[in-house]
């Protein structure tokens, strides 16, 4: 099944002077998040420089692969940030690579890590490009990054509290400079953002089970719309922007996030039980085994055992060595991709009842081949469940969602999945299901009912902020 891609993790580290491991342990924790690509940049303050000298590595690949221990006795600093990436703005090219630098006349180096997608950076970039500005990515962050860098504001907090006021969309932000490390969130909240101490050091990350890996204790959420600036000396939080309705990711406690982490104050792991119990409630089927989808299908699956009382069985073993494969067989493997990954064990399924959890379906590509496999192994009939609702719509803010005219559910009816998919049950948890497992009314549904909480679509002229900032007109020379 294709999944939903999140775009980025996030790590950052001030007081430490091992901040490289700690940053480099952080993305270990967060790889899930993006496998494209990672970036590590330090702030080295020598007392004979006026200036920290910055050094930093970028590199596309896993971060096991891609950083060693020869790199990272290079990267200096007992301040720094990092970050894990897919490509969901901007396309595979290493200048891309986060995190992204400049030099400021008054701050010196300045470094930005982004999680999550600016929903009006194509028409603010147009805006200063005509303005003289040269881009030399293709990422929205740099965005974010001209306009620090051609703000005029002299403190570097006023200047972040001005493009929080011209840009749109989501995102957690994690900034550098020489003295200083911010942790910034957007005011909906689209994206999740932590922070922890470890000894001296504080820590910033998307993910708790960064921090847990770290050792880390103390660890709060970063609010939606605060501004926590980070000194050798303490914090200081900030809500430069009225309170608004927060609007978490509702995938990333179907999908993103691990499930040893705790997101907007909920534990994820129970999140998800909590949806496979929803869903045996909605979709009850008489079967012999509950079998997941693993990894990520496998809270749910256990959730949905409990409700109806159906044990739960390993029927599916998922390889975890698998990376990225050039070689196929020359004679023809049918679902070779997939076979790589999955391999049923044959007893659990040979002439059962069986159904079958995942947490989503998106193209269904993935879903028929799988099916097609649990048949040849000899399934009496599969009822496939799925523990969230029928996406339908794009997301822009942050997840690597396929067009709607790609999106299975927005084209085609719950029976005409089931036909093609080929089972013999198929049922999603319903919106007011997932809400009830959620337990809250601050998500983000857009996916799966269109209702969007900001104008998105490209088209729409870009009208500047006067909270707390007055727009882009304020930044031209």
Do not use: W
């Not at 396309?91 to 701050?107: E, T, V």
């Not at 840009?167 to 932000?173: C, D, E, K, P, Q």
């Not at 493997?333 to 159904?355: H, Q, T, Y």
Request: charged share 25%; proline share 4%.
């Amino acid at each position: 099944m294709a999944k939903l891609r999140e775009e980025c993790g996030v790590v950052g580290v001030l007081g430490d002077p091992e901040a490289a491991n700690l940053i480099y342990l952080g993305l270990y924790a967060l790889q899930h998040r993006g496998q494209e690509a990672c970036g590590i940049v330090c702030f080295d303050n020598d007392e004979k420089q006026e200036r920290a000298i910055l050094h930093g590595h970028k590199a596309f690949g896993l971060v096991g692969d891609a950083i060693n221990r020869e790199i990272l006795e290079k990267l200096q600093g007992d301040i720094g940030i990092g970050h894990v990436r897919y490509s969901t703005s901007g396309g595979r090219l290493l200048q891309n690579i986060q995190p992204f630098s400049f030099r400021s006349p008054r701050y010196g180096h300045i470094s930005i890590a982004h999680n999550g997608n600016l929903t009006n950076a194509k028409i603010i970039r147009e805006e200063l490009e005509a303005g003289g500005a040269i881009f030399s990515t293709t990422s929205d962050t740099e965005v974010f990054m001209h306009l620090l860098a051609r703000s005029r504001r002299p403190e570097l907090k006023d200047r972040i509290v001005e493009v929080m006021g011209i840009v749109r969309g989501a995102y957690s932000l994690v900034i550098a400079a020489k003295d200083v490390l911010f942790a910034v969130r957007d005011p909906f909240g689209y994206r999740p953002l932590v922070i922890g101490k470890k000894g001296n050091a504080t820590i910033v990350a998307s993910e708790t089970c960064a921090l847990d890996l770290l050792d880390a204790s103390d660890y709060s959420e970063v609010q939606p719309g605060e501004i926590i600036e980070i000194t050798r000396t303490g914090r200081n939080s900030s809500f430069p922007f009225a309170a608004t309705k927060k609007e978490f990711c509702s995938f990333e406690p179907i999908y993103f996030a691990r499930p040893d982490s705790y997101l907007f104050e909920d534990s994820i792991y129970d999140l998800r039980k909590k949806m496979g119990e929803e869903l045996a409630s909605e979709s009850q089927v008489e079967a012999d085994h509950v079998i997941a989808i693993p990894d990520s299908g496998m809270p749910m699956a256990i959730g949905y055992s409990n409700k109806s009382k159906i044990p739960i069985e390993l029927g599916l073993i998922r390889n975890h060595y698998v990376g990225r494969t050039f070689i196929e067989p020359s004679q023809e493997i049918r679902d070779f991709g997939v076979k790589l990954k999955l391999n049923p064990v044959s007893e659990k399924i040979r002439g059962k009842k069986i159904i079958l959890v995942d947490d989503s379906i998106v193209r269904g590509t993935t879903s028929v081949k799988i099916v097609r496999m649990l048949r040849k192994a000899g399934a009496k009939e599969i009822h496939f469940r799925v523990g969230s609702p029928p996406i339908t719509h794009s997301c822009y803010y942050g997840v690597d969602t396929p067009a709607r005219k790609d999106l299975l559910a927005a084209q085609k009816t719950v029976k005409e999945i089931k036909e093609l998919i080929g089972v013999d049950s198929l049922a999603y948890l319903s919106l007011e299901g997932l809400k009830r497992a959620l337990g809250k009314d601050s998500y983000c549904f857009a996916c799966f009912n269109g209702k969007y909480q900001e104008e998105i679509f490209k088209d729409v002229p870009f009208q500047p902020t006067d909270v707390n900032g007055p727009g882009l007109s304020s930044l031209e020379n």
